[in-house]
């Protein structure tokens, strides 16, 4: 558990051998790279001065980042086109492989992609050409009834035709004035823009029909010359055109298939091969580079260190140094056993805690569990919600293993209360019926929160003190004046709900009065602690005003946070009782199928909605009650490079 | 307001009309040496001294001057839509959609003489159907067309996309007139009916002239087909049926001539001057003179700020023809030939 320590690593190395210095990092998984460029400009670059590294030293001046080589990205996009047309889907980088030489991948990709282009082009040309023939047909809607012939048409002497669309009102314009225009019109189809006219008109007056046609938005649909004869046989004509080319399109496809097993396996190994160089390139950039030498910084936990030198022993003449304090915050590494490990989701959904704060991970599973288990205890729908996780974290590890053990707690939780998919009567209590004894739930809710609250002070003042936070961890209101108080406040509470008091009332408010005078004065306390001067910032009064008023909110949020966890007894009864009202419908219908039905609804929606509402109620009590108190999570998390 | 009560607006529309200019402007204006000073006049002592506020005493240009002009008079229009909702609303929307028009044939003329698109109108800026910057970003005809996708222009422009030649421009713009009037008319049926017959009638006279023009000009000058002139005719015209315009449409000059003399629109014939120089400013002095006794008998009705619309229209007209002359150093008495309102002296 906990966070692991991060230590700085840099690296100095001869500039020929970087790519396979990186490429050995990013399979190893363990270093999270940061920018060298800004590491040296911070002097963080630490090297020992000797005769040996004299010559690095130097070279440190006309340093430079490394520029990004963008003629891969040319090449990964042919491989793209060759994945499309061997049909390849994505696939995942895989390691290991031979190394292979750029200039190898880029001839062998090249000879590939020519054949490949060589017949794609050509399906792409043969779908244009059937996109056409398709066009047309639909504009070119005549009935095959139409028993012209084309040729005929065509063939006319003194006559010319033409064929388009008009719309009504310009049909009506032309009819209206029909006997000063030169030209027959026939109907002679519809398509989905309009009616299909044919016009014919004498070759003497062509000018002037195609201005009056111009007149009326005629839009003429054009038959290709080589589309003879009547409709009938343009239609056959058009349909033995597609399928030649759907059969070209075949012969093409059958050729690419060939090529593809031909090329595949290796083409595969070209692209992982490209992948990886390009993934490297990437992390180039936060390199940087002078006339012989790379520098290169990341962050390792301290305890891979040994395992990283050994994998780059095998190169000679490089400069490793591993530095514990640098002035850049590190990053987090989160250490925690298979079973906390799927909590760390509904961590990282709040923040991920900082390199130098305690890791909540465990507690927050133990807590969440608890809290979980007790407002949706049931044996039956519990051991659903356990399935339903083993069956998500096929897909998703995390969440079906978060699930999985949300699942358990409330099978737990269902045998202490003795409920089996919301039915009581079938196997006892091993600890209490919760709806016949509603106030002990309650109270038992509150105490369960008191407990959690008290555990969190603790964990806050350890927090504060890892940072070294004299002023939050002695006085703040998280801290350990806080805590004195909240428990103060518990014990005068407390006594008076029993009637008998647990410290003396008089002495409980000097303590409280003292731990409020600690909260409203912690930064003069503080500075005369630790010893500085003067004892206030800039703004005093402003200080006070502002300390008094979060002592009000102090005071609010105490009471409120612990009243709070009522809601995890009411939520245990509420789950009881939106049974019950099942159980009462079920009852109304009267036939026992009926009732079956009815109950098998009550399950589903109580564990859809009721489970989901729970879910989101026991986290809000972590974020809000919980962590507020003990967990700042400003951290960044680990992430190292890697080749997927 | 569902068009009943039309006393609030009509009272608007009344001092907004009394905004216009007077006789006295004209003639101070007419008078005046250059056009700079003509402009200066209408920034300091009237109504259009607001917009012409940011234009620079530098750059003083006539067609800058006419742009903002115009924006003067749809933000006047935009101030009498805001009294009306639904179907009335739209209905003056419709109306102002000439200017928009207007716009697009400028855009359509830029982009067939391949210039650059001008910046000069989208001054139809609230209730613009088209976004203008997209649009004056363009490089050809079809691109334009397509930026117009969804817009009522889309489809009558659609067919012209990959056409050439100088001829496309006079074809498009044609639909587009056409598309207006048809807008219009279809718009109005959905008033109720005192206001759909009021206006079918001013808008059915206006049609009637354009018409007439149309013809003459087409038979005199364009040497258009007779069957091409009846195309293009705009329907619900009021005094002619389609016969007679057909016949109108295959007749030399002379018949034409005389079938309007025996209309009520025999002015535009029946006179000593120049009869093609001045026919639309006969056309417009006859509709001017029509809206203002409109506006006189003031209806509780749509005509009222109709006739407002038509007014400032001809006035903004005048205004520019007055600048134009003074450009052209045309004196007084010449000028007022060229005005729509009637000033004393001219016929």
Same mark, same amino acid.
């Given at each position: 558990?906990?966070?692991?320590?991060?230590?700085?690593?840099?690296?100095?190395?001869?500039?020929?051998?970087?790519?396979?210095?990186?490429?050995?990092?990013?399979?190893?998984?363990?270093?999270?790279?940061?920018?060298?460029?800004?590491?040296?400009?911070?002097?963080?670059?630490?090297?020992?001065?000797?005769?040996?590294?004299?010559?690095?030293?130097?070279?440190?001046?006309?340093?430079?980042?490394?520029?990004?080589?963008?003629?891969?990205?040319?090449?990964?996009?042919?491989?793209?086109?060759?994945?499309?047309?061997?049909?390849?889907?994505?696939?995942?980088?895989?390691?290991?492989?031979?190394?292979?030489?750029?200039?190898?991948?880029?001839?062998?990709?090249?000879?590939?992609?020519?054949?490949?282009?060589?017949?794609?082009?050509?399906?792409?040309?043969?779908?244009?050409?059937?996109?056409?023939?398709?066009?047309?047909?639909?504009?070119?809607?005549?009935?095959?009834?139409?028993?012209?012939?084309?040729?005929?048409?065509?063939?006319?002497?003194?006559?010319?035709? $033409? /064929?388009?669309? &008009? %719309?009504?009102?310009?049909?009506?314009?032309? *009819?209206?004035?029909?006997? +000063? !225009? =030169?030209?027959?019109?026939?109907?002679?189809?519809?398509?989905?823009?309009?009616?299909?006219?044919?016009?014919?008109?004498?070759?003497?007056?062509?000018?002037?029909?195609?201005?009056?046609?111009?007149?009326?938005?005629?839009?003429?649909?054009?038959?290709?010359?080589?589309?003879?004869?009547?409709?009938?046989?343009?239609?056959?004509?058009?349909?033995?055109?597609?399928?030649?080319?759907?059969?070209?399109?075949?012969?093409?496809?059958?050729?690419?298939?060939?090529?593809?097993?031909?090329?595949?396996?290796?083409?595969?190994?070209?692209?992982?091969?490209?992948?990886?160089?390009?993934?490297?390139?990437?992390?180039?950039?936060?390199?940087?580079?002078?006339? $012989? /030498?790379?520098? &290169? %910084?990341?962050?390792?936990?301290?305890?891979? *260190?040994?395992?990283?030198? +050994? !994998? =780059?022993?095998?190169?000679?003449?490089?400069?490793?140094?591993?530095?514990?304090?640098?002035?850049?915050?590190?990053?987090?590494?989160?250490?925690?056993?298979?079973?906390?490990?799927?909590?760390?989701?509904?961590?990282?959904?709040?923040?991920?805690?900082?390199?130098?704060?305690?890791?909540?991970?465990?507690?927050?599973?133990?807590?969440?569990?608890?809290?979980?288990?007790?407002?949706?205890?049931?044996?039956?729908?519990?051991?659903?919600?356990?399935?339903?996780?083993?069956?998500?974290?096929?897909?998703?590890?995390?969440?079906?293993?978060?699930?999985?053990?949300?699942?358990?707690?409330?099978?737990?939780?269902?045998?202490?209360?003795?409920?089996?998919?919301?039915?009581?009567? &079938?196997?006892?209590?091993?600890?209490?019926?919760?709806?016949?004894?509603?106030?002990?739930? =309650?109270?038992?809710?509150?105490?369960?929160?008191?407990?959690?609250?008290?555990?969190?002070?603790?964990?806050?003042?350890?927090?504060?003190?890892?940072?070294?936070?004299?002023?939050?961890?002695?006085?703040?209101?998280?801290?350990?004046?806080?805590?004195?108080?909240?428990?103060?406040?518990?014990?005068?509470?407390?006594?008076?709900?029993?009637?008998?008091?647990?410290?003396?009332?008089?002495?409980?408010?000097?303590?409280?009065?003292?731990?409020?005078?600690?909260?409203?004065?912690?930064?003069?306390?503080?500075?005369?602690?630790?010893?500085?001067?003067?004892?206030?910032?800039?703004?005093?009064?402003?200080?006070?005003?502002?300390?008094?008023?979060?002592?009000?909110?102090?005071? &609010?949020?105490?009471?409120?946070?612990?009243?709070?966890?009522?809601?995890?007894?009411?939520?245990?009864?509420?789950?009881?009782?939106?049974?019950?009202?099942?159980?009462?419908?079920?009852?109304?219908?009267?036939?026992?199928?009926?009732?079956?039905?009815?109950?098998?609804?009550?399950?589903?929606?109580?564990?859809?909605?009721?489970?989901?509402?729970?879910?989101?109620?026991?986290?809000?009590?972590?974020?809000?009650?919980?962590?507020?108190?003990?967990?700042?999570?400003?951290?960044?998390?680990?992430?190292?490079?890697?080749?997927? | 307001?569902?068009?009943?009560?039309?006393?609030?607006?009509?009272?608007?529309?009344?001092?907004?009309?009394?905004?216009?200019?007077?006789?006295?402007?004209?003639?101070?204006?007419?008078?005046?040496?250059?056009?700079?000073?003509?402009?200066?006049?209408?920034?300091?002592?009237?109504?259009?001294?607001?917009?012409?506020?940011?234009?620079?005493?530098?750059?003083?240009?006539?067609?800058?001057?006419?742009?903002?002009?115009?924006?003067?008079?749809?933000?006047?229009?935009?101030?009498?839509?805001?009294?009306?909702?639904?179907?009335?609303?739209?209905?003056?929307?419709?109306?102002?959609?000439?200017?928009?028009?207007?716009?697009?044939?400028?855009?359509?003329?830029?982009?067939?003489?391949?210039?650059?698109?001008?910046?000069?109108?989208?001054?139809?800026?609230?209730?613009?159907?088209?976004?203008?910057?997209?649009?004056?970003?363009?490089?050809?005809?079809?691109?334009?067309?397509?930026?117009?996708?969804?817009?009522?222009?889309?489809?009558?422009?659609?067919?012209?996309?990959?056409?050439?030649?100088?001829?496309?421009?006079?074809?498009?713009?044609?639909?587009?007139?056409?598309?207006?009037?048809?807008?219009?008319?279809?718009?109005?049926?959905?008033?109720?009916?005192?206001?759909?017959?009021?206006?079918?009638?001013?808008?059915?006279?206006?049609?009637?002239?354009?018409?007439?023009?149309?013809?003459?000009?087409?038979?005199?000058?364009?040497?258009?087909?007779?069957?091409?002139?009846?195309?293009?005719?705009?329907?619900?015209?009021?005094?002619?049926?389609?016969?007679?315009?057909?016949?109108?449409?295959?007749?030399?000059?002379?018949?034409?001539?005389?079938?309007?003399?025996?209309?009520?629109?025999?002015?535009?014939?029946?006179?000593?001057?120049?009869?093609?120089?001045?026919?639309?400013?006969?056309?417009?002095?006859?509709?001017?003179?029509?809206?203002?006794?409109?506006?006189?008998?003031?209806?509780?009705?749509?005509?009222?700020?109709?006739?407002?619309?038509?007014?400032?229209?001809?006035?903004?007209?005048?205004?520019?023809?007055?600048?134009?002359?003074?450009?052209?150093?045309?004196?007084?008495?010449?000028?007022?030939?060229?005005?729509?309102?009637?000033?004393?002296?001219?016929?």
């Amino acid at each position: 558990m906990a966070v692991e320590k991060m230590v700085m690593m840099n690296i100095i190395g001869d500039i020929s051998r970087v790519d396979d210095i990186l490429k050995d990092i990013a399979l190893s998984g363990k270093v999270d790279l940061v920018s060298a460029m800004k590491e040296i400009e911070e002097n963080n670059f630490a090297i020992n001065i000797n005769h040996e590294n004299l010559e690095r030293l130097v070279d440190l001046n006309d340093i430079k980042t490394f520029n990004k080589d963008n003629s891969y990205k040319q090449l990964i996009q042919k491989a793209e086109e060759i994945k499309r047309a061997f049909n390849i889907e994505t696939h995942e980088p895989s390691l290991g492989g031979p190394s292979l030489d750029k200039d190898h991948i880029r001839a062998r990709i090249d000879e590939i992609y020519e054949q490949v282009e060589n017949y794609s082009e050509k399906i792409k040309q043969v779908e244009k050409r059937l996109e056409e023939i398709d066009k047309f047909e639909r504009s070119f809607t005549i009935p095959e009834s139409f028993s012209i012939s084309t040729d005929d048409l065509r063939n006319l002497n003194y006559f010319e035709h $033409k /064929f388009g669309l &008009l %719309s009504k009102e310009d049909r009506i314009r032309l *009819k209206k004035n029909y006997e +000063n !225009i =030169l030209a027959a019109i026939l109907h002679v189809g519809t398509n989905k823009d309009g009616e299909i006219y044919l016009i014919i008109y004498p070759l003497l007056v062509k000018e002037e029909i195609k201005r009056i046609l111009r007149s009326v938005n005629f839009k003429e649909i054009v038959i290709p010359e080589t589309y003879r004869g009547t409709i009938t046989e343009i239609k056959d004509q058009l349909e033995n055109e597609k399928q030649g080319l759907i059969k070209e399109i075949e012969g093409y496809n059958k050729s690419l298939e060939e090529l593809k097993k031909k090329y595949k396996d290796e083409f595969l190994i070209l692209l992982n091969q490209l992948s990886i160089k390009e993934k490297i390139e990437e992390y180039k950039s936060n390199l940087a580079r002078s006339n $012989k /030498f790379f520098y &290169l %910084s990341g962050w390792i936990s301290e305890s891979d *260190k040994n395992e990283i030198k +050994n !994998i =780059l022993n095998r190169y000679d003449k490089l400069l490793i140094t591993i530095n514990d304090e640098t002035s850049i915050k590190p990053p987090t590494k989160l250490k925690n056993n298979w079973f906390f490990r799927p909590f760390e989701v509904l961590l990282k959904m709040y923040g991920v805690p900082a390199h130098d704060e305690l890791d909540p991970t465990p507690f927050l599973s133990i807590s969440y569990m608890l809290l979980f288990g007790a407002m949706f205890g049931d044996l039956g729908q519990g051991f659903i919600i356990l399935l339903g996780g083993l069956l998500l974290s096929r897909k998703n590890k995390l969440f079906g293993g978060l699930l999985e053990r949300l699942g358990f707690s409330s099978m737990i939780f269902g045998v202490l209360y003795g409920e089996v998919f919301g039915i009581e009567e &079938l196997i006892p209590a091993l600890v209490i019926k919760p709806f016949e004894e509603i106030n002990t739930v =309650l109270v038992a809710a509150i105490v369960v929160g008191v407990v959690l609250i008290l555990i969190s002070y603790i964990l806050g003042i350890i927090n504060c003190f890892k940072r070294k936070d004299i002023e939050e961890g002695l006085f703040g209101k998280e801290g350990l004046a806080g805590l004195i108080f909240y428990i103060c406040l518990l014990a005068i509470v407390g006594g008076t709900l029993i009637g008998k008091p647990i410290i003396p009332t008089g002495l409980g408010i000097a303590i409280i009065l003292i731990c409020i005078a600690g909260m409203v004065l912690k930064e003069p306390l503080t500075n005369l602690i630790t010893g500085k001067r003067p004892l206030h910032g800039e703004d005093v009064s402003g200080y006070y005003v502002q300390s008094i008023f979060s002592l009000i909110e102090v005071i &609010l949020s105490m009471l409120s946070g612990t009243i709070s966890f009522i809601r995890v007894g009411a939520f245990t009864l509420t789950h009881v009782g939106l049974f019950i009202a099942f159980k009462t419908i079920g009852e109304m219908i009267g036939t026992s199928t009926g009732n079956v039905i009815v109950l098998i609804i009550g399950n589903i929606v109580v564990i859809g909605l009721e489970g989901l509402i729970v879910f989101i109620q026991g986290l809000r009590l972590q974020y809000y009650e919980l962590f507020s108190r003990y967990y700042k999570g400003d951290g960044k998390e680990f992430n190292p490079i890697s080749i997927k | 307001m569902n068009g009943q009560n039309f006393s609030a607006v009509n009272t608007k529309t009344r001092v907004l009309k009394s905004r216009l200019l007077s006789n006295r402007d004209y003639i101070n204006l007419m008078q005046l040496d250059n056009v700079n000073e003509q402009i200066d006049y209408l920034k300091n002592n009237t109504v259009y001294g607001k917009v012409l506020e940011d234009v620079d005493e530098l750059d003083y240009d006539i067609q800058r001057i006419e742009i903002n002009l115009k924006r003067y008079l749809i933000i006047q229009m935009e101030k009498i839509i805001r009294y009306f909702t639904g179907e009335y609303k739209e209905f003056y929307k419709t109306l102002l959609l000439r200017y928009e028009i207007e716009d697009l044939k400028l855009y359509l003329r830029a982009i067939e003489r391949k210039e650059e698109i001008p910046n000069v109108a989208c001054f139809f800026l609230n209730h613009s159907t088209f976004n203008c910057n997209k649009l004056q970003n363009v490089g050809n005809l079809g691109e334009f067309i397509d930026g117009l996708k969804g817009t009522i222009y889309y489809d009558i422009l659609a067919p012209y996309k990959d056409e050439e030649g100088p001829k496309t421009i006079f074809y498009m713009e044609m639909n587009l007139d056409r598309l207006y009037f048809n807008q219009l008319k279809a718009k109005c049926k959905k008033l109720r009916k005192a206001d759909r017959e009021a206006f079918e009638y001013t808008l059915g006279e206006n049609i009637d002239l354009l018409n007439i023009e149309w013809i003459y000009r087409g038979i005199k000058f364009y040497n258009l087909l007779p069957e091409e002139l009846i195309n293009y005719l705009l329907p619900h015209g009021l005094e002619f049926n389609y016969k007679d315009l057909k016949k109108m449409c295959y007749s030399d000059i002379d018949t034409l001539k005389e079938i309007v003399l025996k209309s009520k629109y025999s002015f535009l014939f029946d006179t000593k001057k120049d009869v093609e120089l001045f026919m639309e400013r006969r056309i417009e002095r006859y509709l001017y003179f029509k809206f203002k006794s409109l506006f006189k008998k003031g209806h509780l009705n749509i005509l009222i700020t109709i006739a407002y619309f038509h007014l400032l229209e001809f006035e903004i007209r005048d205004i520019i023809s007055m600048l134009e002359a003074k450009r052209y150093g045309f004196t007084l008495e010449d000028t007022i030939n060229y005005l729509v309102k009637k000033i004393e002296g001219s016929d």
